[in-house]
């Protein structure tokens, strides 16, 4: 029940555009996206809500597909800071009314000057 | 506004031995995550506290991984006796829980079981 995410790893060049998709086997309610450097904690960037507009941080976009099961991470323009690893988390519903996210597999971006 | 703080930042220990992980949440959040993150992997939820109060823990292995928190702020991990599949980095995380917040993590506690 992990969320998959796609490619596994790329290599950019400065400037270049990315783009990592995240498919979930269960119904999406909604996605969060994560950015985490070797050896820190993952860093917020965004929350996909169902049937929200698409969202945006810096040159970092997402979109959220409701019928597809997936959302899709782009990002314009990469820098060397976008370095790190990837990770997409879905939304799992609990009992009264709690939730909880699962983290997907992680997708591993390099940019490179 | 200070972030989630967790320590010890690394701790090494031989297996069979106890250790214990502290985190301490935003001010006001009321939901506090443990995550254990396998090198490589992405990290996977062990258990989940809303307020003093359990919401899930269904992922953990409650033989050995114990973890409270009395006072619903600061909240303490356990493991009793550690195994060398243990070894990985523990995160903890807190949310405000409005629905729209993601998660702030702490900086985590590398675990290494010999």
């Known amino acids: 029940q992990q969320p998959v995410q796609s490619p596994q790893a790329v290599i950019l060049r400065e400037g270049e555009d990315a783009v990592i998709n995240c498919s979930s086997s269960k119904a999406l309610y909604s996605v969060h996206w994560y950015r985490q450097k070797h050896g820190e904690a993952p860093v917020f960037l965004m929350i996909?809500?169902?049937?929200?507009e698409q969202k945006g941080h810096e040159k970092i976009s997402a979109s959220f597909n409701e019928k597809k099961q997936q959302s899709s991470l782009y990002l314009t323009a990469s820098q060397l800071s976008y370095s790190g690893t990837y990770f997409c988390?879905?939304?799992?519903?609990?009992?009264?009314?709690?939730?909880?996210?699962?983290f997907g597999t992680g997708t591993r971006l390099k940019v490179l000057a | 506004e200070a972030g989630v703080a967790q320590s010890p930042r690394y701790k090494i220990i031989e297996k069979r031995q106890s250790v214990a992980f502290w985190c301490n949440p935003i001010s006001g959040h009321a939901t506090l995550y443990w995550y254990q993150q396998i090198l490589g992997q992405g990290p996977k939820l062990l258990i989940q506290?809303?307020?003093?109060?359990?919401?899930?823990d269904s992922q953990l292995p409650k033989d050995r991984f114990s973890a409270e928190r009395l006072k619903g702020v600061d909240s303490t991990l356990k493991i009793q006796p550690a195994k060398l599949e243990d070894s990985a980095v523990y995160l903890c995380?807190?949310?405000?829980?409005?629905?729209?917040?993601?998660?702030?993590f702490g900086s985590g506690t590398r675990l290494t079981v010999v």
């Open positions: 988390g879905t939304r799992r519903e609990g009992a009264s009314g709690t939730y909880k996210y699962i």
């Open positions: 996909l809500l169902k049937g929200g």
């Open positions: 995380a807190s949310s405000a829980g409005r629905g729209f917040d993601g998660y702030t």
């Open positions: 506290f809303q307020n003093n109060g359990v919401v899930d």
